[in-house]
């Protein structure tokens, strides 16, 4: 095949163990040339260099087909070198590479009918050891942008925080104070037969207050939070990198950590505690109102051994679960919508994965901090 016009893809074999690209590797330049890759020589020679100094331009189809020549040349040839392509196209290609190999994958593995289970749990694992390293990574450059930020205060952006303060934390007042509410209903109702046949009804104040101000209070709230804005965190960070408006922001020099992650992270770790503190009066009011119309215990009572009883450090203990919820929360929103890849089937996926990793994070924290208190003894 021999270029004919450099307003369209061309492949041209110099040598056994040569081959020179031209033209447009663009969707109107690559033309029926994806069709004509089947027709194409194999080379007979151990290794092939691909000259690619010639392609004026290159866009996602035309790498696409780019990446497909390779493939087959490595099917036939030991090695594959591609030079002389200009740094501009260097990410495109790694991009369509990447998406290629993926493909594959997928191909091999659902060819596989009846595959081990050993074979299952390696590649399993292998996917969660890469993402956890990838996670890892990420909060390494979270870490390094907070330390810019805290070594250039001029650099924080004060109304991304008070608009992530507002959606995250205002915003989710009503659907967290009522779940809340009726959180300390159930638990006044289940714990009200059985202290009745003791005739412990004033119990009832205790099994309300320990259990919403150290444990189901923050848990709950993280959980609501988790669900209503981590998934919004993923969802739009996912948005903006299906629309490349994250490379957008890196090429006119806007680090997108400091836009969008760093804003999302300090507004949560404010706003959690605070719904926390919401969710807190709301359970014990619900709890209160269940007692006296299943227990007889009127509010004053309820009120004087609430505060006779329930200390000052089961409140706290719930209060500094908080911070660390936000954090994972905030975290796990925004990596899982940076790892959006492809279209909009993708930003539902990864923004499924950031819900089901946050809560499933947020309860193995929970039950960290039960074991640290406990060897405290808090």
């Given at each position: ?20 690209l ?32 010639r ?34 196209f260097?990410k ?11 493909k ?125 804005s ?21 090429t006119?020099?806007i ?37 006296r ?18 200390s ?26 940076f ?37 405290l003894?808090?």
């Amino acid at each position: 095949m021999k270029p004919s016009s450099t307003d369209h893809a061309a492949i041209e074999q110099l040598s056994p163990q040569a081959i020179a690209l031209s033209g447009l590797w663009t969707a109107r330049g690559i033309g029926s040339l994806e069709s004509k890759l089947d027709a194409f020589p194999a080379p007979s020679q151990s290794s092939v260099v691909v000259d690619g100094a010639r392609i004026h331009a290159l866009d996602t189809a035309g790498a696409w087909v780019l990446q497909k020549l390779l493939e087959r040349l490595r099917k036939a040839a030991r090695s594959v070198e591609l030079r002389n392509v200009r740094p501009e196209f260097s990410k495109i290609l790694d991009t369509a590479g990447q998406r290629l190999e993926d493909k594959a994958k997928d191909t091999i593995w659902s060819s596989k009918v009846s595959s081990s289970f050993l074979e299952g749990l390696g590649i399993t694992s292998q996917t969660a050891w890469k993402q956890s390293l990838a996670l890892l990574s990420f909060i390494g450059e979270t870490a390094v942008a907070a330390g810019g930020w805290i070594a250039h205060p001029e650099r924080i952006r004060g109304r991304p925080v008070l608009s992530n303060i507002r959606s995250a934390g205002f915003d989710a007042l009503p659907i967290v104070g009522l779940l809340s509410f009726l959180l300390g209903i159930v638990i006044a109702y289940q714990g009200a037969d059985q202290l009745k046949q003791y005739g412990a009804n004033i119990f009832v104040v205790d099994l309300v207050g320990l259990s919403m101000l150290r444990e189901f209070a923050p848990l709950i709230t993280a959980i609501i939070i988790a669900g209503r804005s981590g998934s919004a965190y993923a969802a739009q960070i996912g948005a903006m990198a299906v629309t490349e408006e994250i490379d957008a922001m890196r090429t006119i020099g806007i680090a997108p950590l400091d836009v969008l992650v760093l804003p999302k992270i300090v507004a949560l770790v404010v706003a959690l505690p605070l719904l926390t503190v919401f969710s807190d009066l709301l359970g014990v009011l619900g709890g209160m109102v269940m007692a006296r119309a299943q227990l007889g215990v009127g509010f004053g009572e309820f009120i004087d051994r609430f505060g006779r009883n329930i200390s000052l450090t089961s409140y706290l203990v719930g209060i500094g679960k908080a911070p660390v919820f936000a954090a994972i929360i905030a975290v796990i929103g925004c990596f899982q919508g940076f790892r959006t890849k492809g279209g909009a089937d993708s930003v539902g996926r990864q923004t499924t994965r950031s819900v089901v990793q946050s809560i499933f994070l947020v309860i193995v924290a929970d039950a960290m901090f039960s074991i640290a208190f406990s060897a405290l003894d808090l």
